[in-house]
């Protein structure tokens, strides 16, 4: 029986949420791909329209750069517009986890999802993916304290609202699968 502390089974590098787009080059042709998250260490993708035939893929990804919201006022939360956020663009290679050796190539399109270690990023990239992530869990962090806080005022509501969209949740969705949802995120940082 395996025990939960053994550091065999502990991430290396905490990973956090990503919504966005990732380019990678297989041969001739370039495919677009979604990310789900994002560490030092590598990516999760999925949605791939192809899986590539090599192991070391060329990539490009969309990395978003999030304000540390917990430094805003209400009302400069209230201004910020997701499509304003700068962004960085990342490119580097990545090698596939996942083996598929002995898999039909018809049974390659069921594949979801594929984690990919990225081989030998620059200190710049390892720099810029450190910060988006410490910068996402201190604004989940934050949203988190927002639940906590939250009282019968509207402006308390919407303010809660406000940052989980920013931070790429339904604003929409009702306060305790919303809150249920953020705190998995938040225990999936750091946890397998």
Partial sequence: ???????????K???APLKS???YVDGEHVFKARVLNISEGGILLSDLPHIPEINSLPLALDLLQFPRMQTLTF?????LKIDEFPRLIIKTKARMV??????????KIF?????????????EIKSNISHYVETFAKNTVYLLSLFESLGSRSEQLEHLRIVANLLGYDQQMKIPLLRAKV?????SLGSL
Avoid: W
Avoid at 75 to 79: D, L, T
């Fill in 111 to 123: 594949v979801n999802f594929i984690g990919c270690d990225f081989f030998n990023p620059s200190p």
């Fill in 1 to 11: 029986m395996t025990n939960k502390n053994d550091s065999r089974l502990q991430r």
């Fill in 183 to 187: 705190l998995h995120d938040y225990q």
């Fill in 13 to 15: 590098y905490i990973r």
């Fill in 21 to 23: 787009a990732c380019l």
């Fill in 98 to 107: 996942r083996s598929f050796d002995g898999i039909r190539p018809v049974d």
């Fill in 75 to 79: 009302e400069q939360i209230k201004e």
